[in-house]
Every structure is written in C-alpha cells, then in structure tokens.
C-alpha cells in the first residue's frame, strides 16, 4: 500500500524547502508559488502514478487534505482497473 500522506509530506517539505509544516497548513499561506505547485502535482503524480492537475491543489491546499484527495483518486483509479479486469475476463468467457 502506497503511503500517500507520506508522500505529500516528502514533497511539500521538498518543495517549499522547510520541515516545519501541519497538516493544516495551506500551501499557498506558506509561500507555495504557482511554479512550486505544478513541480509539487508533477512529482507526486510520478510518484503515485497519478494524473491530477494543478486545480486538485489549489482545491485540496493543505497536506491533509490533498493527501485524502489523492487517496480518493487513487482508489477510483484502482476500482476502474478491477471493473475492468473483470469485463474482460467476462469476454474471454465467451
């Protein structure tokens, strides 16, 4: 299971360069730019084999809340992959 909250955490710390942030704190109050909010979505996309845009950070700031969005993207994205493992094992059936 991958640890989303930690890599929230790694990522923020890397990105506005600082160790010292709650779960609470907004990333744009901290000093987030527009430039470290794309490299910050970028790298935890990589990292979690992701596609969320910028906009999943402008609306989840803070790393509590980002952390449960990406978890949520990252269940619906593994539900989709077994709905559609199991369609086409249905075919294969056939």
């Keep these: 299971m991958v640890d ?9 710390e890397r990105a506005l360069e600082t ?4 779960d609470d704190d907004d990333f744009f109050v901290l000093g987030g730019t527009s430039l470290l909010a794309a ?3 970028a790298e935890l996309n990589e990292e979690l084999g992701l596609a969320v845009g910028l906009r999943t950070l402008v609306d989840h700031p803070t790393r509590r809340s980002l952390s449960e969005a990406l978890r949520t993207e990252l269940a619906r994205l593994s539900q ?5 493992g199991d369609r086409n094992a ?3 059936e056939c």
């Design 80 to 84: 989709t992959a077994e709905e559609g």
């Design 19 to 22: 160790g010292a942030i709650g």
């Design 90 to 92: 249905e075919q294969a």
């Design 39 to 41: 490299r910050l979505i």
């Design 4 to 12: 989303v909250s930690g890599s929230v955490r790694s990522a923020w």
